[in-house]
């Protein structure tokens, strides 16, 4: 049973507009949560994590928000630039991080010229 | 300053023998996860250390998978009597106190079962 789902494989935006890519999650245990940004042949690259105290963290172009009580978490990349093209993965995490991050199965952001 | 180093980058073997993969983590990171990507899949976790210790390899698939971090840095994940289900690519990640904090990942070692 996949305990994070993220639900499109891929996503394509036009360059300089708003990108949201979503992520569900099923554990009520998972306190800590991570976006992640892959290019092919290389490994995970973090972005922008929050904690489950929060409910928005911002650093640039990239805001995470996360909401408990639906168990949804959103990245949002504004504006939206051809080097944002990659494979985004939503991880999360019990034990405020510590533990091994359980992971979405990716989606595809394809940034439009 | 430098990042996490997996080698080799890439490893192909016969079905039934040994592997070793191996994962230099940044220096002073005390946490050292291991991870198997499949394909369209997003990486599994497999075990982590905190020092020399595995706190938690509930991860493993089962006993033919064991890694060890004997000094507390540089960690060896070994795989006996290879299986084609075995083939993935290897993650390595580590960070530098286990509560609340980042883990930054390594290039992986993509491994291949014949």
């Known amino acids: 049973d996949q305990q994070v789902k993220q639900n499109s494989p891929s996503l394509s935006v036009q360059e300089g507009r708003i990108s949201i890519l979503n992520c569900d999650y099923t554990?009520?245990?998972?306190?800590?949560f991570l976006w992640y940004k892959k290019y092919p042949a290389e490994g995970p690259t973090f972005l922008i994590s929050?904690?489950?105290?929060?409910d928005k963290n911002e650093d640039g172009r990239f805001t995470v928000f996360l909401n408990k009580s639906a168990k949804h978490l959103s990245l949002h990349i504004v504006p939206s630039q051809p080097g944002d093209s990659a494979v985004y993965f939503c991880?999360?995490?019990?034990?405020?991080?510590?533990?091994?991050?359980?992971f979405g199965k990716g989606t595809h952001l394809i940034i439009q010229p | 300053g430098a990042g996490v180093s997996q080698t080799p980058s890439n490893k192909v073997t016969e079905k039934g023998k040994y592997v070793e993969l191996r994962c230099d983590p940044i220096?002073?990171?005390?946490?050292l996860y291991w991870y198997r990507q499949s394909l369209g899949q997003g990486p599994e976790f497999l075990i982590y250390?905190?020092?020399?210790?595995?706190?938690?390899d509930s991860g493993l698939p089962n006993d033919r998978f064991f890694a060890v971090r004997p000094e507390g840095s540089v960690s060896t994940l070994k795989i006996q009597r290879t299986e084609r289900g075995d083939s993935a690519v290897y993650l390595c990640?580590?960070?530098?106190?286990?509560?609340?904090?980042?883990?930054?990942f390594g290039p992986g070692t993509r491994l291949t079962v014949l």
């Open positions: 990640a580590s960070s530098p106190r286990p509560l609340g904090d980042t883990q930054y």
């Open positions: 554990n009520s245990m998972f306190d800590y």
């Open positions: 929050i904690s489950s105290i929060k």
């Open positions: 991880a999360a995490s019990s034990g405020g991080g510590a533990d091994g991050l359980t």
């Open positions: 220096s002073g990171h005390t946490a």
């Open positions: 250390f905190q020092g020399t210790g595995a706190a938690d």
